[in-house]
Nanobody
Framework: QLQASGGGLVQAGGSLRLSCAAS????????MGWFRQAPGKEREFVAS????????NYADSVKGRFTISRDNAKNTAYLQMNRLKPEDTALYYC?????????????????WGQGTQVTVSS
């Protein structure tokens, strides 16, 4: 089970850090990803990280502004979001999968968090 948190309302240029806490003892065996969905739009990939954090990938729209990380000892993945823009406004979801390619290429995951709202005002 995944629990996403950390969303909120922030002005453009501000920062937020999202967390995705996982229950159970197998978090370290799952690749993690963040996705987002804005009203009226399809869900889109944001970032992904492999089980050992050796590999990370980002959507072009967030590259250089967002950083994905994980702490396997705390069963938690993070998404540090800096220099936020109004177009980053969306419901953000975390996902987990044993197969990295399903998250990065397939833009999906086996397990999903409930989503946390990020709203960036101009």
């Amino acid at each position: 089970q995944l629990q996403a948190s950390g969303g909120g309302l922030v002005q453009a240029g501000g920062s937020l850090r999202l967390s995705c806490a996982a229950s159970g003892r197998t978090f370290a065996t799952y690749n993690m990803g963040w996705f987002r969905q804005a009203p009226g739009k399809e869900r889109e990939f944001v970032a992904s990280i492999s089980v050992s954090a050796a590999r990370t990938n980002y959507a072009d729209s967030v590259k250089g502004r967002f950083t994905i990380s994980r702490d396997n000892a705390k069963n938690t993945a993070y998404l540090q979001m800096n220099r936020l823009k109004p177009e980053d406004t969306a419901l953000y979801y975390c996902a987990a999968d044993k197969d990295y390619s399903r998250i990065y290429y397939g833009r999906t995951g086996t397990y999903w968090g409930q989503g946390t709202q990020v709203t960036v005002s101009s």
